[in-house]
């Protein structure tokens, strides 16, 4: 890891983005744990907790869960020692209160996010990216059935929440609650930028690039 290398990242986007496909790609170059909002949810859903079922509810939906569970939850999670050093947060902050948040647990802890990325990716095409997802059963290596279909004989799982209708409420929620975030982390000169069009190699190669990490 190189000194000039961001530690406190966000990734941001659009659902379908490349968000959790790059994370888990870039996990070895970038030595941060990765500390996603939705696998968090699905993880407290799938073992039955009381937050889990009422999570799961609004996720189906392509609603938000409320500000104060995921803030709560965030802190809590990079608070923890494999967190020191840095993190990866995918899918949070996602309204400008868990923003706000996530600076005040910074600035109580003397630490300070060190980069924003944004992965950009026009809504034409992130209904048949969603719709077409699926993840390993035993890893959670993400697959699409067109672009990067998974090998015979891997057991796949399908999101609950990867369907058109869920998808056009998380566009229409991403479009109206997480984008105005965008220019709060402009206007600091956090902000970077990558094209989620492009293939997930490019992809990489650009984030790393604008990370100031080695491919
Ligand atoms: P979450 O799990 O965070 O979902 P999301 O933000 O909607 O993002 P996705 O996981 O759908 O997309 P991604 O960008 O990671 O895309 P991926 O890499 O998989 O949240 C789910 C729900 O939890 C929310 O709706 C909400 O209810 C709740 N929640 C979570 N966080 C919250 C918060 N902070 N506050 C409140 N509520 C919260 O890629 C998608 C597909 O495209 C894959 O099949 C992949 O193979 C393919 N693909 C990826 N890159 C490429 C490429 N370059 N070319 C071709 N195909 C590609």
């Not at 492009?198 to 990490?213: F, I, K, Y």
């Amino acid at each position: 890891m190189t000194s000039a290398q961001a530690k406190r990242l966000i990734l941001v986007g659009p659902p379908g983005a490349g968000k959790g496909t790059q994370a888990k790609r870039l996990l070895d170059q970038l030595r941060v744990p990765h500390i996603s909002t939705g696998d968090m949810l699905r993880e407290a859903r799938a073992k039955g907790t009381e937050l889990g079922k009422k999570a799961g509810e609004l996720m189906d939906r392509g609603e938000l869960v409320p500000d104060e569970v995921v803030i709560a939850m965030v802190v809590e999670r990079i608070s923890e020692p494999d967190a020191k050093t840095g993190f990866m947060l995918d899918g949070f902050p996602r309204t400008r209160p868990q923003a706000e948040a996530l600076d005040t647990a910074l600035e109580k802890a003397g630490l300070a996010l060190d980069a924003v990325v944004l992965i950009k990716a026009d809504d034409a095409v992130i209904e048949r990216r969603i719709t077409g997802r699926r993840a390993d059963a035993k890893t959670g290596r993400i697959y699409h059935v067109e672009f990067d279909p998974p090998p015979p004989g891997v057991e796949v799982t399908h999101r609950s929440d990867d369907t058109a209708e869920a998808v056009r409420k998380r566009l229409d929620k991403y479009h109206r609650e997480t984008a105005p975030i965008i220019p709060y982390y402009r206007s600091r000169g956090l902000l970077r930028e990558v094209d989620g069009l492009a293939a997930p190699d490019e992809v990489s190669a650009r984030l790393l690039e604008v990370l100031g990490a080695k491919a």
